[in-house]
């Protein structure tokens, strides 16, 4: 990947998804009237995060196994969730594949939350027995070919640590099982234990909000990744109401 590659920002126009899922419904439940619309073209982001599937498709295609991306924000974790959702919606619908999504955040209010799951076993217990056994803690959503792995429950595990080489072999197993596997974290900038997991996928999305994101939080990003030598990152440039 060139390096002019690496420093395109894509400008997605507006798009909102606000909606808090109600507890005891499957995960995307709340998602589907809007994720219809959205499928259909009526909604403006379905150019652009189509668009940046199929950039994805031919930046990996000389891949054997899945591609894994981790989404990452020093905007709220909720701007991080509602184009993480998206994201897998398209690469799912446009691209026809199977996708994971990952809660990775080691917080409570992450897509786990958004789509009804918080503290159910995940992320947290898998890392802490065998990574092999990902399908053992993956649960079903409401839509086809897209999975979710929780975050864990958080409050047995309040300070938890990342295995390196468990975090390693999840991600492993997990593009042997699925085309695209999407990690959410919290922003780097606040806990540097996510930096572990940019280290192992194939790229990581900084996502920045037009008219918000202050330019020194990207550029603190940029250093932080300098200084741990990870280069394949990309700015995402996201319009939001």
């Known amino acids: 990947m060139s390096d002019k590659d690496k420093n395109n920002n894509f400008q997605w126009p507006a798009y909102s998804a606000n909606s808090s899922p109600k507890k005891n419904k499957p995960a995307f439940s709340?998602?589907?009237?809007?994720?219809?619309?959205?499928?259909?073209?009526?909604?403006?982001?379905?150019?652009?995060?189509?668009?940046l599937a199929r950039l994805i498709e031919a930046d990996f295609q000389h891949k054997e196994n899945g591609t894994s991306i981790v989404l990452t924000s020093p905007e709220q974790l909720q701007f991080t969730t509602d184009a993480l959702l998206m994201l897998g919606f398209s690469l799912q619908k446009e691209l026809d594949g199977k996708v994971l999504i990952i809660d990775?955040?080691?917080?409570?209010?992450?897509?786990?939350?958004r789509l009804g799951n918080?503290?159910?076993?995940?992320?947290?217990e898998?890392?802490?027995?065998?990574?092999?056994?990902?399908?053992?803690?993956?649960?079903?959503?409401?839509?086809?070919?897209?999975?979710?792995?929780?975050s864990g429950k958080l409050s047995d595990?309040?300070?938890?640590?990342?295995?390196?080489?468990?975090?390693?072999?999840?991600?492993?197993?997990?593009?042997?099982?699925?085309?695209?596997v999407l990690m959410e974290q919290g922003s780097i900038?606040?806990?540097?234990?996510?930096?572990?997991?940019?280290e192992f996928v194939?790229?990581?999305?900084i996502?920045?909000?037009?008219?918000?994101?202050?330019?020194?939080?990207?550029?603190?990003?940029?250093?932080l990744f300098n200084n741990y030598q990870i280069s394949n990152f990309r700015v995402i440039l996201i319009a939001l109401k």
């Open 30 to 51: 709340e998602f589907i009237p809007f994720l219809k619309s959205f499928s259909k073209g009526r909604e403006p982001a379905t150019r652009s995060f189509r668009y």
């Open 104 to 113: 990775s955040t080691l917080r409570d209010d992450g897509i786990s939350t």
């Open 118 to 124: 918080k503290n159910h076993p995940g992320f947290i």
């Open 126 to 150: 898998l890392l802490e027995n065998n990574p092999s056994q990902l399908d053992r803690y993956t649960v079903e959503t409401a839509l086809s070919n897209i999975k979710l792995l929780p």
């Open 157 to 180: 595990n309040p300070t938890f640590n990342v295995n390196r080489g468990k975090l390693k072999q999840l991600l492993e197993v997990s593009i042997e099982k699925y085309d695209y």
């Open 189 to 198: 900038l606040k806990d540097t234990r996510y930096l572990m997991a940019n």
């Open 202 to 205: 194939d790229v990581s999305f």
């Open 207 to 223: 996502l920045v909000r037009e008219n918000s994101t202050l330019l020194s939080s990207h550029d603190d990003f940029k250093k």
